[in-house]
């Protein structure tokens, strides 16, 4: 039996008695992609759970109102999108700090996770993302990790091809800098 | 074509990068996809009927015409003829001072219905205590005693 696909769903979800069981597949079928961007961005995993959970929220919320001429995983990547921008200037905000202090802090959160089984490169790699802007961070993630289009990564951040590519190269460069350059905290 | 000629310009932009597999290093706590779907499901609540677009309609109505009802008694109520003061004073002057001087409070209100809150009061105050609260209440006493 194949999963239904999205068009279906969303039939389902408009009738009375299949809103629930159609909102549970969605969540079933897009949790890990987003699941997935979202620990990108938030790092660490209790807040990477609450922050999606408040995305499928705002999803229920605002299904009824979605257009079908959107595609829905893009729909639901933009709400991810924005809960994580949120998210991250909510901590920055609430800590009263810098963004150094917020990016010291997911690093921290990073080495101590018991949740992320990456080798020293690929730890050395997520810290050099980590020190990104958070929408220059998301750009990156989802060029480089998720491999989308510029065309979709429009459509979700609501920024110019131009704009994104421009912020992609930028990111790339800082990126490239901070993996060849001498680790000096000597973490592993 | 798009996707090589991207993956080129990555390694001749960030070479070390460009070297780095992509991977997933990432992962979630254990069953977590499993229980999180119900744990959505729990959140956005019970299965519930909608309410039919009549009633939703009514529900709003209701309240409007509630707030327009109890505007339009009280601007009858205020267009309503007065009671002239004259009569009020009439009525007031019926008794004279003999028949206020008789009157038995506790006995006029023993014929109501329920129990009369007079009965139960006694004034059961002592001279120096009168003549505090009179002090307090900067009462002249002469005026209650010396009658004309």
Redesign the interface.
């Given at each position: 039996m194949t999963d239904p696909d999205d068009a279906e769903l969303l039939a389902r979800f408009r009738t009375?008695?299949g809103?629930?069981y159609a909102?549970?597949l969605i969540?079933?079928k897009y949790?890990?992609r987003l699941?997935?961007f979202v620990?990108?961005m938030v790092t660490d995993?209790d807040e990477s759970?609450d922050v999606?959970?408040n995305v499928?929220?705002k999803a229920?919320n605002g299904l009824d109102r979605f257009r079908e001429d959107a595609q829905l995983f893009s729909w639901l990547y933009r709400i991810a999108h924005n809960e994580s921008i949120t998210h991250l200037g909510r901590m920055r905000r609430g800590l009263f700090v810098s963004s150094d202090s917020v990016i010291e802090r997911l690093t921290t959160t990073l080495d101590s996770s018991e949740?992320?089984?990456?080798d020293v490169?690929?730890?050395k790699?997520?810290r050099a993302v980590m020190k990104l802007p958070p929408k220059q961070r998301a750009v990156f993630t989802m060029k480089?990790?998720e491999?989308m289009k510029y065309e979709q990564i429009s459509g979700i951040t609501g920024t110019s091809i131009g704009a994104l590519k421009s912020s992609y190269?930028i990111a790339?460069?800082k990126?490239?800098e901070e993996?060849?350059r001498p680790d000096q905290t000597n973490r592993p | 074509m798009e996707?090589r000629h991207e993956h080129e310009e990555?390694r001749r932009?960030?070479?070390?990068?460009g070297g780095?597999p992509?991977?997933?290093?990432?992962?979630?706590?254990d069953a977590?996809?499993a229980h999180?779907?119900h744990?959505?499901?729990a959140?956005?609540g019970t299965?519930e009927?909608?309410p039919a677009a009549w009633w939703r309609r009514t529900a709003i109505a209701l309240p409007v015409l509630a707030v327009l009802g109890t505007g339009a008694w009280w601007l009858g109520r205020k267009e309503a003829a007065p009671v002239p003061a004259t009569a009020i004073a009439l009525q007031a002057t019926d008794l004279s001072d003999e028949d206020l001087e008789t009157l038995d409070l506790p006995e006029l209100l023993a014929g109501a219905d329920g129990p009369s809150p007079w009965t139960d009061v006694h004034l059961d105050l002592s001279e120096a205590e009168l003549l505090a609260y009179a002090e307090h209440e900067g009462l002249d006493l002469t005026e209650l005693t010396d009658r004309p």
């Open positions: 009375e008695d809103r629930h909102f549970n969540v079933r949790q890990r699941y997935g620990r990108r995993p759970q999606l959970q499928f929220l229920w949740h992320f089984s990456g490169i690929q730890r790699l997520q480089y990790f491999e190269h790339v460069k990126i490239e993996l060849t | 996707d990555l932009l960030a070479p070390t990068l780095i992509k991977c997933a290093p990432f992962v979630a706590p977590f996809f999180f779907p744990r959505v499901q959140l956005v299965p009927r909608r």
